[in-house]
């Protein structure tokens, strides 16, 4: 599933291509990926400018000139391609933006899973899925102090914890396992257990990594592409995730994997110690 350095890649790249863009037509060819009714859908946003594409954690906030927004989630395979119009649609394209300068904007998803919701602009935190989501992962908005006091209320383990989406926004299992490892703690550690130290290493390191992970385009594993259809290179830089047998860049141990929480989990065996 695409984390909050892809979905940031692919706002930046629609932004690019498409902001702007005025909409002459709207087609949903699978009405259960629109939240609501798919008529008002299309009947809002057709004859309507694509003004901006903004993000909150995961979910990308496509902003049109008549204060509507389109809530996406891309879930695990949802891409935007743009398109000619006369440009044959490839399978899977289940909604279709046709522009006034004779492009497409082209929602695929090869499982379906990805959701779009129309919503009045400025209403998005009324919106079950975003109203509990935490802070963005920037120096500006991820409070230490904050983070460390949430910490401390909870029993759970830190690696699911940092999944939820309360105590900051946009970590899935990819960077989870990544920020960890940076940070030298065991993934099953209780959140209540970790140290001050510990904590502050957690932080500044979801910080650094997803900021490097923004710049290097986010991380293909399966099948993610930005909105220029380009690959991610942070899979390059990964030390712990999918390393499973591989020599720790750190102690030369080999890397571990076991299930936490229902997820895949890589960790140093020596390097990540529950203490």
């Not at 892809?6 to 009405?31: C, D, F, I, N, W």
């Not at 065991?186 to 650094?208: F, G, M, R, V």
């Not at 899979?235 to 895949?264: D, M, N, S, W």
């Amino acid at each position: 599933m695409p984390e909050l350095p892809e979905v940031e890649t692919v706002r930046r790249g629609l932004m690019s291509l498409v902001a702007g863009s005025k909409v002459s037509q709207v087609e949903v060819s699978y009405p259960k990926m629109i939240i609501g009714a798919s008529d008002e859908f299309k009947q809002r946003l057709t004859g309507q400018t694509l003004e901006r594409i903004d993000r909150r954690g995961k979910f990308l906030l496509l902003r049109f000139s008549n204060e509507w927004t389109v809530i996406s989630h891309l879930r695990m395979e949802g891409k935007y391609f743009v398109r000619q119009a006369d440009a044959p649609v490839e399978k899977h394209t289940h909604v279709i933006f046709t522009l006034a300068d004779g492009r497409q904007l082209r929602y695929n998803d090869v499982r379906k899973f990805g959701r779009m919701q129309l919503v009045q602009t400025g209403s998005e935190q009324t919106v079950k899925s975003l109203a509990k989501l935490g802070p963005e992962p920037t120096a500006a908005e991820f409070s230490f102090a904050t983070f460390y006091e949430q910490l401390q209320k909870k029993k759970k383990a830190i690696k699911p914890a940092l999944l939820d989406q309360n105590l900051v926004v946009g970590i899935g299992n990819i960077y989870a396992d990544e920020i960890l490892w940076l940070s030298k703690v065991h993934p099953a550690t209780p959140c209540n257990q970790l140290t001050s130290k510990q904590a502050q290493a957690i932080h500044d390191n979801t910080i650094e990594e997803l900021s490097k992970a923004v710049e290097a385009g986010g991380t293909t594993i399966r099948s993610y592409t930005d909105a220029f259809e380009q690959t991610g290179s942070f899979q390059f830089a990964l030390h712990a995730y999918g390393q499973t047998g591989k020599p720790c860049p750190r102690c030369q141990t080999p890397i571990e994997k076991i299930v936490l929480a229902q997820r895949g989990t890589h960790f140093c065996p020596h390097c990540q110690q529950v203490k």
